[in-house]
């Protein structure tokens, strides 16, 4: 029997690609705090803020799975968080067009049975088109996507903004990569196939 599987996040966007695998779960907010260390890696700060997540989850869930993730989207090595307001979307919009954008997206699975923990960055690299701000205001009025690292919403419209995305697993642009997710849950021996 599967051992309880909970997903560390408040992200409606990481609960519906994790509802894709099809085994039961529950969802935790973890009270962690976002804000990157100084001369922090954006690559370092996804890892610890994932991994943050996971083990505040775990440690009052003994027994459980517990998947935390955390997304980090950089220009020049330049973290990109969450714009929070129309403003600052727009800005990072501006940005990014016509250039190449990186997103780290770690993912951590902490085991309460044992404490141990797989963690793994995931690195999608995506080059925006080169929009006029028109083209990007009325993306931003058509889906408000300021809660998400990037301004852009991939599975939605904001896919009519990208030029290219390269990756080794599609599910990590939208925060949850579940390609690695799966390995990771097959290493902690729970089955995705024969689940009670």
């Given at each position: 029997m599967n051992p309880r599987l909970i997903l560390a996040s408040s992200s409606p966007y990481r609960r519906a690609l994790l509802e894709r695998l099809r085994v039961p779960f529950d969802?935790?907010?973890p009270d962690v705090d976002e804000t990157p260390l100084p001369?922090?890696?954006p690559a370092d700060t996804a890892l610890r803020l994932a991994l943050?997540?996971?083990r505040r989850i775990g440690e009052q869930a003994p027994g459980a799975l517990v998947i935390g993730s955390d997304q980090v989207a950089t220009v020049d090595g330049r973290q990109i968080g969450k714009p929070g307001d129309h403003g600052r979307a727009l800005a990072q919009l501006q940005t990014m067009r016509g250039r190449e954008v990186e997103f780290h997206s770690a993912l951590?699975?902490?085991d309460a049975r044992d404490g141990s923990t797989q963690c793994t960055d995931v690195i999608t690299r995506v080059r925006?088109?080169?929009l006029p701000d028109s083209d990007l205001e009325a993306y931003l009025q058509a889906e408000q996507p300021y809660d998400v690292a990037g301004s852009a919403?991939?599975?939605g419209l904001g896919i009519a903004l990208l030029d290219a995305i390269d990756s080794a697993d599609p599910t990590a642009l939208v925060g949850l990569p579940l390609i690695e997710l799966t390995r990771m849950l097959g290493r902690a021996r729970f089955s995705l196939f024969n689940h009670a």
């Open positions: 969802v935790a907010t001369g922090e890696a943050a997540k996971a951590c699975l902490f925006f088109r080169h919403k991939s599975e």
